[in-house]
């Protein structure tokens, strides 16, 4: 995610001294994983193997297409259909919040 940050700003700002390059440095070589965190500065470089998964945030735009804005929009239910069986976890929605873009 710091990666995809710092990305997005030099798409943003077109610096021309600046090339974006997805490494870490560290001072021996090792296979390394970069640690997120829910406050994203936060994430550091460690050692070893992923970290398993323990939250996902899907976003379908389906009001747009409510909208007349293009049936492509229309996502939700394949979001559903691919997460209805979440494993250990569940799945959670919104469906009740009275903001037309949140269900």
Same mark, same amino acid.
């Given at each position: 995610? $710091?990666?995809? /940050? @710092?990305? $997005?700003?030099?798409?943003?700002? &077109?610096? $021309?001294?600046? %090339?974006?390059?997805?490494?870490?440095?560290? #001072?021996?070589?090792?296979?390394? +994983?970069? #640690?997120? @965190?829910? %406050?994203?500065?936060?994430?550091? %470089?460690?050692?070893?193997?992923?970290?398993?998964? !323990?939250?996902?945030? /899907?976003?379908? &735009?389906?009001? !747009?297409?409510?909208?007349? #804005?293009?049936?492509?929009? +229309?996502? /939700?239910? @394949? %979001?559903?259909?691919?997460?209805?069986?979440?494993? #250990?976890? !569940?799945?959670?929605?919104?469906?009740?919040?009275? !903001?037309?873009? /949140?269900?």
């Amino acid at each position: 995610m $710091s990666f995809d /940050v @710092l990305r $997005s700003f030099a798409e943003l700002n &077109h610096p $021309s001294n600046l %090339v974006t390059l997805n490494y870490a440095c560290t #001072e021996a070589a090792a296979d390394l +994983r970069i #640690e997120t @965190l829910p %406050v994203w500065e936060s994430n550091y %470089v460690r050692a070893g193997g992923p970290a398993p998964t !323990r939250n996902e945030c /899907v976003a379908a &735009h389906d009001f !747009r297409a409510a909208r007349g #804005e293009g049936k492509e929009f +229309r996502t /939700v239910g @394949l %979001v559903r259909q691919f997460l209805k069986d979440p494993g #250990e976890g !569940r799945l959670l929605t919104r469906d009740d919040d009275q !903001r037309y873009y /949140v269900p």
